[in-house]
């Protein structure tokens, strides 16, 4: 049981360059969750899914747009990377009721 | 938008000494999550409070959940040099879809 696995662990891009940031999840959970961790801000919501088919704005969208391509997966991709997305990106899922969320171990982002 | 505040921001101590950190919110929530984060992984859950008033224990970690629901604690007795990390705790506001709100984290180090 893998869990929340997320790729890739790391990744370098050019400012304007686009990517992907891959998320599965393996415990067959409804809500999916994109956060971002910056040094001092604790983790910010970026984007999340409360069921297959459904996504929201979170507290910090611009610049992203996401995909919930089924119930697993949930990617995170930025068009124009920007230095300010340099950042470690958090994929989180979690089941229904008061359930709470289990984590990836991240993707360490960094735009020169 | 709703904030948390957790203190301290960071904690150096010597190996034995028990630890206090706490998070306060104007607002009222529902759910009270108390997560560990490991240099280079996702936080790990460690404690959840899901009715205020509510004191639960995992070993040497006790959190509990204020009774005014707008505040949570969390102590480490005996601190081990693996407590090391960051904490952090993630409020669920009432009637929310199940968004959480994350403190900016305490950073623990522990002196041998």
């Known amino acids: 049981n893998a869990g929340v696995t997320q790729t890739p662990k790391f990744q370098v891009l050019k400012t304007g360059q686009s990517m992907t940031l891959q998320c599965a999840q393996d415990m067959n959970h409804n809500s999916m969750y994109w956060y971002r961790q910056d040094p001092g801000m604790g983790l910010r919501l970026i984007y999340y899914?409360?069921?297959?088919?459904?996504?929201d704005k979170g507290e910090v969208p611009n610049g992203y747009n996401v995909s919930r391509l089924n119930k697993r997966e949930f990617s995170l991709r930025l068009e124009s990377a920007a230095p300010s997305q340099t950042s470690v990106y958090f994929c989180?899922?979690?089941?229904?009721?008061?359930?709470?969320?289990?984590f990836g171990n991240g993707t360490r982002l960094t735009v020169t | 938008g709703q904030q948390l505040n957790q203190s301290p921001q960071s904690m150096f101590i010597q190996e034995g000494e028990d630890v206090s950190m706490n998070c306060t919110s104007s607002?009222?929530?529902?759910?009270w999550l108390w997560y560990k984060q490991d240099p280079g992984e996702g936080p790990v859950l460690l404690i959840a409070l899901y009715k205020a008033g509510e004191l639960t224990s995992n070993g040497r970690l006790t959190a509990q959940f204020g009774i005014t629901r707008k505040d949570s604690f969390l102590n480490i007795s005996a601190s081990i040099p693996s407590d090391v990390g960051i904490y952090f705790c993630a409020g669920r506001l009432s009637g929310n879809t199940g968004k959480l709100i994350f403190g900016q984290g305490t950073t623990l180090q522990v002196k041998p």
């Open positions: 989180a899922s979690r089941g229904t009721g008061n359930s709470p969320l289990h």
């Open positions: 899914s409360a069921s297959e088919g459904t996504t």
């Open positions: 607002s009222i929530f529902n759910t």
